[in-house]
């Protein structure tokens, strides 16, 4: 049950990480994997790619497909609606840990 709620909570962590990092440069999914679980977060592909696909889809990121060593990798980029939210998420995100770090 606790697990099930911690990666309900878990989930929009991972977002505003992915946005981050899309902001930054291009990521792609394996990359953004590793990156997640360097800091403890425990995902499969399974999870990651339509996390990745709905916020394409919500008009947070864009996606570019490029050949790498003969296979299609997609790389992804934030928006400029996508670099807004993120703005607005490292707000929210500093209030709230401002209040609970005690």
């Given at each position: 049950?606790?697990?099930?709620?911690?990666?309900?909570?878990?989930?929009?962590?991972?977002?505003?990480?992915?946005?981050?990092?899309?902001?930054?440069?291009?990521?792609?999914?394996?990359?953004?994997?590793?990156?997640?679980?360097?800091?403890?977060?425990?995902?499969?592909?399974?999870?990651?790619?339509p996390i990745l696909?709905?916020?394409?889809?919500?008009?947070?990121?864009?996606?570019?497909?490029?050949?790498?060593?003969?296979?299609?990798?997609?790389?992804?980029?934030?928006?400029?609606?996508?670099?807004?939210?993120?703005?607005?998420?490292?707000?929210?995100?500093?209030?709230?840990?401002?209040?609970?770090?005690?």
């Open positions: 049950m606790e697990d099930k709620i911690l990666r309900k909570l878990f989930l929009g962590f991972i977002q505003i990480h992915i946005l981050h990092h899309a902001k930054d440069h291009p990521i792609y999914g394996a990359w953004m994997l590793e990156e997640l679980h360097q800091h403890g977060y425990e995902i499969s592909s399974g999870t990651l790619y696909h709905s916020m394409e889809s919500d008009g947070l990121l864009l996606k570019e497909e490029k050949n790498v060593e003969g296979k299609i990798r997609k790389y992804y980029t934030t928006t400029i609606k996508g670099e807004a939210v993120l703005e607005q998420a490292r707000a929210k995100a500093f209030e709230l840990f401002k209040e609970i770090k005690d």
